[in-house]
């Protein structure tokens, strides 16, 4: 089982992250798009190996004190020193924060998404595999680990030091309190910051961390050609044709030509990968990329390539024409 340790939502997509990789999906018409980003800097290396020694417990406290300690005398030091310059960054960082999440509140979308991300994140973390949309919707959709506790946190030690001292040591008592997960208390709260999903966003969830698990387990791989299946009437032919054990394919929903034209333009420029319908059993995802493609449209085979990928809709009625004079 792969560790995933947290994801974030957005008005059109969802993101989640591991040690190694984190996949970013946008929603792009009926095409869901994958960003990639590898953490394999050296600043990362010692994130996941600071990760490693806290998964031993006493190592992890023994970590949390020495943290704590250091952030109390520096905080302390600073409060002290330059009063002033700590009440205007509790502020701006209080401001900030309350604004982003007002903002955030009045995006219906985004509040979908944040609640099909918790539920995928605390199915997979119960069941230790990908679960299906219909087992992840009976989880919760809130998150004790969610930012939106944190954010709460903040707002109410903020309270405290602008009403009781203001020599109190903001972000040391929101270390404390995260570490010992008193930020769970505000959990009920997430009411406010999630809606119930629908099987489109749950569908966008479960995409994202599938394709998270894969690169954790195999890396970025190429391969040789890529089918891309138009879902027709001829599509169950296909995939009998093209479902090979070694093979990859895509079924894509029914398309105008114009539509699979900018899809194919898509792939190659921004090299997405692209899966079809909230229906799990009509689609299987591209899991890598590749340089060449092979598009089932109507019956009729179009080979694509990187040279001539601006061109299909005209490649497809010559490969239809030749078709018919056969």
């Given at each position: 089982?792969?560790?995933?340790?947290?994801?974030?939502?957005?008005?059109?997509?969802?993101?989640?992250?591991?040690?190694?990789?984190?996949?970013?999906?946008?929603?792009?018409?009926?095409?869901?798009?994958?960003?990639?980003?590898?953490?394999?800097?050296?600043?990362?290396?010692?994130?996941?190996?600071?990760?490693?020694?806290?998964?031993?417990?006493?190592?992890?406290?023994?970590?949390?004190?020495?943290?704590?300690?250091?952030?109390?005398?520096?905080?302390?030091?600073?409060?002290?020193?330059?009063?002033?310059?700590?009440?205007?960054?509790?502020?701006?960082?209080?401001?900030?924060?309350?604004?982003?999440?007002?903002?955030?509140?009045?995006?219906?979308?985004?509040?979908?998404?944040?609640?099909?991300?918790?539920?995928?994140?605390?199915?997979?973390?119960?069941?230790?595999?990908?679960?299906?949309?219909?087992?992840?919707?009976?989880?919760?959709?809130?998150?004790?680990?969610?930012?939106?506790?944190?954010?709460?946190?903040?707002?109410?030690?903020?309270?405290?030091?602008?009403?009781?001292?203001?020599?109190?040591?903001?972000?040391?008592?929101?270390?404390?309190?995260?570490?010992?997960?008193i930020n769970a208390i505000f959990t009920p709260l997430q009411i406010l910051t999630t809606k119930t999903p629908s099987d489109k966003n749950m569908y966008i969830a479960r995409s994202t961390l599938n394709r998270l698990i894969e690169v954790e387990e195999c890396g970025e791989y190429d391969i040789d050609e890529l089918y891309i299946l138009v879902n027709d009437k001829k599509v169950l032919k296909a995939r009998d044709l093209y479902g090979g054990k070694n093979k990859k394919y895509v079924v894509l929903p029914n398309c105008s030509l114009i539509e699979v034209q900018q899809a194919i333009i898509n792939y190659y420029?921004?090299?997405?990968?692209?899966?079809?319908?909230?229906?799990?059993?009509?689609?299987?995802?591209?899991?890598?990329?590749?340089?060449?493609?092979?598009?089932?449209?109507?019956?009729?085979?179009?080979?694509?390539?990187?040279?001539?990928?601006?061109?299909?809709?005209?490649?497809?009625?010559?490969?239809?024409?030749?078709?018919?004079?056969?």
């Open positions: 089982m792969i560790k995933v340790i947290g994801g974030i939502s957005a008005k059109d997509g969802i993101a989640f992250k591991a040690d190694n990789y984190s996949v970013k999906s946008k929603l792009i018409g009926h095409f869901l798009n994958f960003k990639i980003n590898c953490d394999d800097s050296n600043d990362y290396a010692i994130m996941r190996f600071l990760n490693k020694l806290e998964e031993n417990k006493f190592i992890n406290f023994l970590i949390f004190i020495i943290e704590t300690v250091l952030l109390c005398i520096f905080e302390c030091f600073f409060i002290k020193k330059f009063a002033t310059f700590m009440f205007v960054l509790y502020t701006v960082i209080t401001v900030g924060t309350i604004i982003r999440n007002i903002v955030i509140s009045f995006n219906k979308e985004c509040l979908i998404n944040h609640s099909a991300e918790h539920k995928m994140f605390n199915a997979y973390n119960k069941m230790k595999v990908l679960p299906s949309i219909d087992d992840a919707k009976k989880f919760s959709r809130f998150n004790i680990n969610c930012g939106t506790n944190l954010f709460f946190t903040h707002i109410v030690t903020y309270i405290l030091y602008i009403f009781v001292n203001t020599k109190f040591p903001l972000f040391t008592v929101r270390r404390i309190c995260s570490f010992l997960n420029t921004d090299l997405p990968l692209y899966v079809q319908t909230i229906k799990e059993d009509s689609y299987i995802p591209i899991h890598s990329y590749s340089k060449n493609i092979i598009v089932y449209y109507n019956g009729v085979e179009v080979y694509i390539n990187e040279t001539n990928y601006n061109d299909f809709e005209n490649i497809y009625k010559e490969c239809l024409s030749k078709r018919d004079n056969e």
